[in-house]
C-alpha cells in the first residue's frame, strides 16, 4: 500500500447554483446563518460576510410559510448585491415550506425524520426541484429519527442508514441524481460510523450521491473545532465526503477558516489508499485493542508504550496500517506527530483531523503532538480535548451546544459563556445547550442535562431526555440548572 497517497470516494456532480460539488470538483465549504430569515436585510448581510470569509454555499432555516416566502426576498438582494452565493433552504416538519422554498433557492434540505412520505409529498418535491434545477439534501440527524425508525433500530447509525436509504431509494427510482446525503451527530463516534455504513450501503445499491459531513452542536472555541477535526478529518482521510460544514456556536464566518483548513490538509493529497478497518464501522462492535488508561504526552513516551511516529503526507493512513501490522495485537501504543505551525488553533485542528481518527477507531492508546512552537501546557490542554473528541477520556465539561439559527429563542453565544464559568470544572458531564425546542431535545441526545430555548425568554431544563422544569424565565434558568445538577448529585465545587 502506497501511504502517500489519497483518493476520494467517486460521486456524481451536483449543482447548487453556480456551485458544483462531487465529481471531480474540490470539497466545497458550506455554513448556515443565525439571522431571523424573516429579517431580509440581517440575513443578506450575514450571508455576504460568510461568502466573503470563503464560504460559497450558506443554508437558511425556514421553519414556516412566511419564512419560506421571504427566502425569494433574500435571494433577489443577494444577486442584486452581485453575490452568486448558492442559497440553501433548511426545512424541518413543514414539507409544504420545502415547495415554497424550491421556488427561491438552490438546494432544499429535508429531514427524513421528520418529512411525511406516505402522501407522495417527497416524489412531488423531487419533481419539482428537477424542473426547477434544484438540488436536494437529505439531511439525517442522530437524535429526529421518525418514530417507525426509531422502533425498529434505536437511535444507532444503522437507523440513521435505514432512514437516509428510503429517501435515496425513491430519488434513484425517479432518476433524480441531484441528491446530497448527510448523517450528522455530536457523537463523533456514531457520526463516523454512521457516514462509513451509509457509504457501504450506497456502494451495495450502486448510488454515487455526493456526501455532506458534519458533527452538530460541536459547541465554540478551540474545544468545538477540534470535536469536528476530528469526525470530519476521520472520515475526510477515508476519502469520503465532498461538502462540509464545521458547526460553531459562533459567528457562522469564524466557521470557515477552520473548515478551509481541513480542506486544504486533506485536498492536496492525490491517489489511492485503502480502508483498513471495517469491523469497527459500529458502535456497537466498538472495541480498543488494549485497555490501558490514555495518557498524553509532550515530551516522552509512556513507559510499556510503543511509540509511532508519522512522517509521511498521509499521517492516519500511515500509523493505521503500522498499528495493525505490529505482532502483538494489544501493545498499547503512543501516536505521535510533529506540527511546526505557529498558531494553536492551526495545530490542534491538524493533529484532531490526522490522529483522532486514530483514537476514535479504538486504534491509538496514547497521543503525542510534537509543537516545539507551544508551550507545553496549552499542548496538553489539547491533547485532553482531543482525547474527550474522540470519547477516550473525559476531563472537562462537554458542551453539546448547537450552532444556533433562525429558530433560535436566545443569544447562545453569551449563554454559553455564562454556562461554561459556572460549570466547566464539572468533568464527566455533557450539558447540551440548544436554541430551540422544536429540534434542541433531540438533537442534544447524548445530554446529561439540557438548558433549551421554549419560547422568547423562557427556558426548559431537561435531565437526560426528560423534561424537569418548563418555561422558566431565563435570568432564573442558570440557577435552576445548577441546582438541579446539584441535586442530582453530580455538583461537585471547584478547587481554589
Ligand atoms: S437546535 Fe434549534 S436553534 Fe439550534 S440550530 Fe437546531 S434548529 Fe436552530
Known amino acids: 500500500m502506497d501511504l502517500t497517497t489519497f483518493q476520494r470516494r467517486p460521486s456524481v456532480e451536483v449543482r447548487i447554483g453556480e456551485v458544483r460539488i462531487g465529481g471531480e470538483h474540490p470539497i466545497a465549504v458550506q455554513s448556515m446563518t443565525n439571522t431571523d430569515t424573516n429579517d431580509t436585510a440581517a440575513s443578506v448581510a450575514q450571508i455576504e460576510r460568510i461568502d466573503r470569509a470563503g464560504c460559497p454555499i450558506v443554508r437558511l432555516t ?22 452568486q452565493t448558492a ?14 422554498a424550491a421556488e427561491a433557492v438552490d438546494k432544499v434540505r429535508i429531514n ?28 439525517v440527524n442522530h437524535g429526529s429519527l421518525s418514530k417507525r425508525i426509531f422502533d425498529r433500530y434505536g437511535d444507532t447509525p444503522e437507523g440513521m442508514v435505514a432512514s437516509a436509504m428510503e429517501f435515496l431509494d425513491v430519488c434513484h427510482a425517479r432518476q433524480f441524481d441531484q441528491v446530497v446525503v448527510s448523517m450528522k451527530s455530536s457523537n463523533t463516534r456514531v457520526m463516523v460510523a454512521a457516514y462509513r455504513l451509509l457509504v457501504e450501503a450506497m456502494e451495495h445499491a450502486g448510488y454515487h450521491y455526493p456526501i455532506h459531513l458534519g458533527v452538530t452542536e460541536a459547541g465554540n472555541g478551540l474545544e468545538g473545532r477540534i470535536k469536528s477535526a476530528v469526525g470530519i478529518g476521520a472520515l475526510l482521510a477515508d476519502g469520503i465526503g465532498d461538502t462540509i460544514r464545521v458547526s460553531l456556536t459562533e459567528a457562522p464566518e469564524n466557521e470557515i477558516p477552520t473548515a478551509r483548513l481541513l480542506v486544504d490538509h486533506f485536498g492536496h493529497r492525490a491517489g489511492h489508499f485503502e480502508v483498513l478497518h471495517p469491523e469497527r464501522y459500529s458502535p456497537t462492535t466498538y472495541r480498543r485493542r488494549s485497555k490501558i488508561q490514555i495518557p498524553v504526552t509532550h515530551d516522552e513516551p ?8 508519522a512522517l509521511s503526507e498521509n499521517p492516519t493512513a500511515e500509523l493505521r496500517a503500522a498499528i495493525l501490522n505490529l505482532e502483538q495485537a494489544d501493545e498499547p501504543v503512543m501516536v505521535k506527530r510533529r506540527y511546526e505551525d505557529s498558531s494553536l488553533e492551526v495545530v490542534a485542528v491538524k493533529a484532531a483531523a490526522d490522529l483522532g481518527p486514530l483514537l476514535l477507531d479504538g486504534l491509538a492508546d496514547g497521543v503525542w503532538i510534537d509543537a516545539p512552537q507551544h508551550d507545553a501546557e496549552a ?10 473528541a474522540a470519547r477516550l477520556r473525559f476531563s472537562h465539561t462537554e458542551y453539546i451546544a448547537c450552532p444556533s439559527c433562525g429558530r433560535t429563542l436566545y443569544d447562545i453565544e453569551k449563554t454559553l459563556a455564562e454556562i461554561r464559568a459556572k460549570t466547566s470544572h464539572l468533568s464527566n458531564l455533557r450539558i447540551g445547550v440548544m436554541g430551540c425546542i422544536v429540534n434542541g431535545p433531540g438533537e442534544m441526545a447524548d445530554a446529561d442535562y439540557g438548558y433549551v ?18 418555561n422558566i424565565p431565563q435570568e432564573e434558568a442558570l440557577d435552576h440548572l445548577i441546582a438541579l445538577i446539584k441535586a442530582n448529585g453530580d455538583w461537585k465545587e471547584e478547587r481554589a
Open 62 to 83: 425556514a421553519q414556516g410559510r412566511r419564512e419560506g416566502e421571504n427566502l425569494k426576498n433574500i435571494v433577489a438582494a443577494l444577486r442584486a448585491d452581485g453575490y
Open 87 to 100: 442559497v440553501v433552504a433548511d426545512i424541518h416538519f413543514v414539507p409544504e415550506v420545502a415547495s415554497i
Open 112 to 139: 427524513p425524520g421528520n418529512y411525511r412520505t406516505s402522501n407522495g409529498e417527497l416524489e412531488a418535491l423531487i419533481e419539482q426541484c428537477r424542473e426547477r434545477g434544484v438540488a436536494l439534501r437529505i439531511g
Open 302 to 309: 509512556h513507559e510499556g508504550f510503543r511509540l509511532l511516529e
Open 379 to 388: 499542548i496538553r490542554e489539547v491533547e485532553l480535548m482531543l482525547l474527550q
Open 453 to 470: 430555548g421554549a419560547a422568547p425568554g423562557r427556558i426548559t431544563l431537561y435531565k437526560g431526555r426528560e423534561v424537569i422544569e418548563r
